[in-house]
């Protein structure tokens, strides 16, 4: 028979033990309280990129438990290879530094192109908060360019844009590949912004860009007519722009099934959209936290309208796992993929096949 005394003992250990491990003392605090995070942009500040991830860091913070700081930096450079190198080779795996790369950083690894060091399928995807963009291309209203059989007639147009490898340098030489000009010049070294600025100045005379970058940016532009609109692609192919549902879609401009390859291509390049990574390696469990707060931020309405506000278009999100799928399933047929790197590389554009 247990003693009163043995019993009062089990008492007091069971108190004490339910005591200790229910006090605050005792409770684990959230990793990132106390942390700083670091997003890392792959673009240069003041276009629409960083708008984007200006509208989500604020929502991130929110959702991230923990309350940690959030800032962000900036690293442009290579259309988003330099960041991309950065994360999969430098950026600690520890939860603390996220990497928002130019979107063509995905297309440059499918490409096998030179300076991808890192291997996209290793990378750690926390989502994306635009999946559905358009693309036009247009001309300044001074070149006196006001039709597609002018702008095919028109040799040596310069087309302005950032860096070579920016996802607009790329889009710019795709419109002007299946479009056809005549020998287009591609001026490159400016900032979003900056591009516009050497439209109104004539140093440029044509770009590509997003629509809503322009109803947003550059609606003075339209109100004044100073700008000719020609065509536009549209992600995900059938999704109209209200504002541009005039305009010809670039897939039915094509002249050869190769040309509609291209496209299509790139289309479900760019479908993927700039999604949000990690280095490979990065704790299950921190990876969890923030692919959590990524989509609770995408959900939430009062960020869809400062995303609204700040960027001029709503967000069309894509989950991590939805990302992880689409660049696992990138058609890869080599020789379309060849044509392509010609098309969105740094030489000329590559001579068109016959019909």
């Avoid at 005591?19 to 309280?33: C, G, N």
């Avoid at 299509?264 to 993927?272: A, P």
Wanted: positive net charge; glycine residues 8%; hydrophobic residues 40%.
């Amino acid at each position: 028979m247990i003693s009163t005394r043995i019993r009062r003992s089990w008492v007091w250990l069971g108190f004490v033990g339910t005591w200790a491990f229910s006090s605050p003392a005792f409770s684990q605090a959230p990793f990132y309280q106390g942390k700083t995070i670091t997003v890392i942009n792959g673009n240069a500040p003041g276009g629409t990129a960083d708008m984007r991830m200006r509208a989500v860091i604020p929502f991130l913070k929110k959702y991230i438990p923990g309350d940690p700081t959030v800032v962000a930096e900036f690293m442009d450079g290579g259309g988003g290879r330099k960041l991309a190198n950065h994360m999969y080779r430098a950026a600690r795996p520890d939860g603390l530094t996220i990497g928002f790369p130019a979107g063509s950083f995905i297309t440059y690894a499918v490409m096998g192109e030179t300076g991808v060091e890192y291997d996209i399928s290793r990378f750690i995807f926390l989502g994306a908060p635009e999946s559905t963009t358009h693309y036009v291309f247009l001309t300044r209203k001074e070149a006196g360019i006001d039709s597609i059989e002018k702008l095919r007639s028109t040799p040596n147009l310069r087309i302005g844009a950032q860096s070579i490898g920016h996802s607009i340098y790329i889009m710019g030489r795709v419109f002007a590949y299946i479009l056809r000009l005549k020998e287009p010049k591609f001026v490159v070294g400016y900032s979003g912004p900056e591009v516009d600025i050497a439209l109104t100045r004539g140093e440029v005379d044509a770009r590509a860009n997003i629509a809503d970058t322009i109803l947003t940016r550059n609606r003075e532009f339209i109100e004044k007519n100073l700008l000719n609109f020609h065509a536009i692609i549209e992600i995900p192919k059938g999704n109209k722009h209200p504002r541009f549902a005039q305009l010809p879609e670039l897939g039915t401009l094509v002249h050869s099934e190769r040309d509609r390859k291209v496209v299509e291509l790139y289309r479900s390049l760019r479908l993927v959209g700039s999604p949000f990574i990690l280095p490979p390696g990065t704790p299950p469990e921190r990876v969890e936290t923030l692919r959590s707060a990524f989509q609770k931020a995408f959900h939430d309405p009062e960020f869809q309208k400062e995303y609204k506000k700040l960027v001029g278009d709503s967000p069309s999100p894509l989950a991590a796992e939805a990302v992880q799928q689409a660049v696992q399933s990138l058609p890869r047929e080599p020789a379309i993929v060849e044509l392509f790197k010609q098309v969105t590389g740094a030489g000329a554009l590559p001579p068109h096949w016959p019909a």
